[in-house]
Nanobody, 121 residues
């Protein structure tokens, strides 16, 4: 079994930065970050492969602003979020997958409880 826990969320103003952390009990092939705003579907943000360090992001809204990284010694994945916008407001989840850098929610078997990010203009 794999257990994940997110932390680092909070209220910020537009233009601010936050670094989210995700600590996992056991490393999977890759770890992804997702977000979900009220009334909207869960959205893929970015993912990273533990072994290679390769990462992927498909949304133009986050490219260039969000960066994913790992600390293997701590079994921790980070999401550095810069230049935050009100539309980034959501609950952010980290998830573990045995697939390599999948962008599909169903490919992730293990999920954290989420951490809230609220960006005010």
């Amino acid at each position: 079994q794999v257990h994940l826990r997110e932390s680092g969320g909070g209220p910020v103003q537009a233009g601010d930065s936050l670094r989210l952390s995700c600590t996992t009990s056991r490393r999977t092939s890759s770890v992804g970050w997702f977000r979900q705003a009220p009334g909207k579907e869960r959205e893929f943000v970015t993912a990273i492969n533990w072994n290679t360090g390769d990462s992927t992001s498909i949304s133009d809204s986050v490219k260039g602003r969000f960066t994913i990284s790992t600390d293997k010694a701590k079994n921790t994945v980070y999401l550095q979020m810069n230049s935050l916008k009100p539309e980034d407001t959501a609950t952010y989840y980290c998830a573990g997958s045995w697939y390599d850098l999948s962008t599909v929610t169903s490919r992730y078997d293990y999920w954290g409880q989420g951490t809230q990010v609220t960006v005010s203009s």
